[in-house]
C-alpha cells in the first residue's frame, strides 16, 4: 500500500447506551429547526419514535414511520412531498439501512429542488443543505457513509441504483445500543453479516488505505467477539454494545473505499430479486471470499487472524479457506439461510441466468479486486451458492 487515495469526512458520532437522550443537546449545536423523521413501524412499537417527539417537540414537524426495505422510489417521492409541504430543514433516519437510505434520499432530493445542486459534482469539503442525522438500529452501516440506494420500481425487474453524494454523509450519528436489544434474531444475525461483509470486502478493496485496513480489522474481531452472543440473548447490552461498535467500524471502513463483487450482487438479489439484504450477504459472503480468494488472500490474513485462524502457521489460501469456514459455521449456528434457493424470495434457479447477466453490468461488481471478466463467472457463482 505504498499509494492510497480517500475521503474522510466531518461527522459527530454520539456513542454508548442511553445516548438517545442526548439528541435535543446534540441538535442544539447545529441549529436546525425542523426536522423529519424517517423511520419504519417496529421503532415505533419499541417506543423509540415516542422518545424522538418528546425530546425534539415542535422541532419535528414530520414522522413518517412506515418506511419500507430497499429504499422504493415511489416512497421517496412521496416523502419528499411531506418535507417540502412541512418545509423541513433536516432529516433524520432512525432504524435499519433501510430508514437512513430514505432520509439521504429525500434530503438529496429536496436539496436538488431547492438549490439545483447536481450531486455528482459534490467535493467532500462541501456543506448539505438539507443535513441528514442518522440513529441505527441494526449493523447495516449506513449511518457512516455517503452512499444511498433507490430501488426503481417502473423498470422491468426493478433495479437499485446507488448514488454517493458527499453531502449525504450523515452529520451526527448517535449510536444507542439500547436501541438494537429488540432486534429479533434473524435481523441481528444477518445485518451482522453484513457488518463483517463490510470489514472483509474494505480489506480487499481497490481503494483500500491505510485507515480502512485498520479499521476493519479492528471489525472482523469486535463482530468476532460478539455477533453470536447478540443472537443468543438480545438482551445482552455488553455483547450489543461490543456489536454495534464492530458495525460502527464497518461502515467506517466502508465510507472510504469501494466494495465489490460481493456487495454488488447482494444489491441485485436485494432490488431486483426482493431477497432482504442482510440474507442476501449471508448466503453469498462465503462464495465472494472464494472467488476472490487467489488474488487477495494476502489482504485477508488480518481478518483471518482476528477470527482466531492461526495465519503464521499457514499459507494465505488455506488460511482464508479456513476463514470461510468459520463464517458457513457462525452462519448455521445462527439459523441463517446458507443457499439462495431457501432466501425466502420465492427465487428460482432459473433466474439465475438473468440475475449473473445484471450482476455483470454492475459498477460495483466491477470494481471488484479479481477482474469479472465473463457473466459465466457471477452465474456459476450463484449457482454454487444456489
Ligand atoms: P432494513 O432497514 O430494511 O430493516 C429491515 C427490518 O428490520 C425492518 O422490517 C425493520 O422494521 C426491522 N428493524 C430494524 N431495526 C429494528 C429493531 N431495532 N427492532 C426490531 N426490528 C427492527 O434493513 P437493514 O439490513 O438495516 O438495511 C438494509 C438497507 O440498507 C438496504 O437497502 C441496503 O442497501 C442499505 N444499506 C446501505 C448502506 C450504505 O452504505 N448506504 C450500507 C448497508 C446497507
Redesign the pocket.
Known amino acids: 500500500m505504498d499509494k492510497f487515495h480517500y475521503t474522510s469526512y466531518a461527522q459527530e458520532v454520539i456513542f454508548g447506551a442511553g445516548s438517545l437522550k442526548q439528541l435535543s443537546e446534540a441538535v442544539e449545536r447545529f441549529g436546525y429547526q425542523r426536522f423529519m423523521l424517517c423511520t ?4 415505533r ?2 417506543g ?1 419514535v415516542d422518545s424522538v417527539e418528546t425530546i425534539l417537540g415542535e422541532r419535528l414537524v414530520a414522522v413518517f414511520d412506515q ?5 422504493q422510489d415511489i416512497q421517496v417521492n412521496e416523502l419528499f412531498a411531506i418535507a417540502d409541504e412541512k418545509n423541513a430543514d433536516a432529516f433524520i433516519g432512525m ?7 430514505m432520509a ?1 434520499a429525500v434530503a438529496a432530493m429536496l436539496e436538488k429542488k431547492r438549490t439545483d445542486q447536481s450531486n455528482s459534482l459534490a467535493s467532500s469539503i462541501e456543506q448539505a443543505a438539507f443535513p441528514v442525522l442518522a440513529i ?7 449511518e ?6 433507490v ?1 426503481h420500481t417502473n423498470e422491468n425487474p426493478p433495479r ?1 441504483v ?1 448514488v454517493s453524494n458527499p453531502r449525504s454523509i450523515p452529520k451526527l450519528v448517535l449510536y444507542d445500543p439500547e ?6 434474531p434473524e ?1 441481528t444475525a ?2 451482522g453479516i ?1 457488518a463483517l461483509a ?1 470489514c472483509i470486502e474494505a480489506l480487499y478493496s481497490i481503494k483500500r488505505n491505510p485507515m480502512s485496513t485498520a479499521v476493519a480489522t479492528s471489525g472482523v474481531r469486535h463482530i468476532t467477539n460478539a455477533l453470536l452472543r447478540c443472537y443468543q440473548d438480545g438482551n445482552d447490552l455488553d455483547a450489543r454494545t461490543e456489536m454495534l461498535l464492530g458495525s460502527h467500524l464497518g ?1 467506517l471502513s ?2 472510504s473505499v469501494t466494495m465489490g463483487l460481493h456487495h454488488g450482487l ?2 441485485i438479489l ?2 431486483s430479486a426482493g431477497v ?3 440474507i442476501a450477504n449471508s448466503i453469498i459472503l462465503p462464495y465472494a471470499i472464494r472467488f476472490n480468494a487467489d488474488v487477495v488472500a494476502p489482504q485477508l490474513l488480518p481478518a483471518a487472524e482476528a477470527m482466531g485462524i492461526p495465519v503464521n502457521r499457514i499459507s494465505p489460501m488455506i488460511a482464508v479457506e479456513a476463514m470461510v469456514q468459520k463464517i458457513f459455521h457462525l452462519i448455521g449456528q445462527m439459523n441463517l439461510p446458507q443457499r439462495l434457493r431457501d432466501s425466502g424470495a420465492g427465487l428460482q434457479e432459473s433466474d439465475l441466468a438473468r440475475l449473473a447477466q445484471l450482476g455483470y453490468q454492475n459498477r460495483t461488481v466491477q470494481n471488484n479486486p479479481k477482474p469479472v471478466t465473463a457473466v459465466s463467472q457471477i452465474e456459476k457463482l450463484l449457482r454454487e451458492a444456489w
Open positions: 419504519n413501524h417496529s421503532m412499537v419499541a423509540h418506511v419500507h426495505p430497499h429504499v432504524g435499519g439501512g433501510s430508514p437512513i437510505g439521504k441505527p438500529s441494526t449493523y447495516a452501516g449506513s457512516m457513509t455517503p452512499v444511498y440506494g430501488t437499485k446507488t436501541l438494537t436489544v429488540g432486534l429479533p435481523m444477518s445485518t453484513n463490510h461502515g466502508l465510507a447482494c444489491h436485494g432490488g432482504p439484504h442482510g
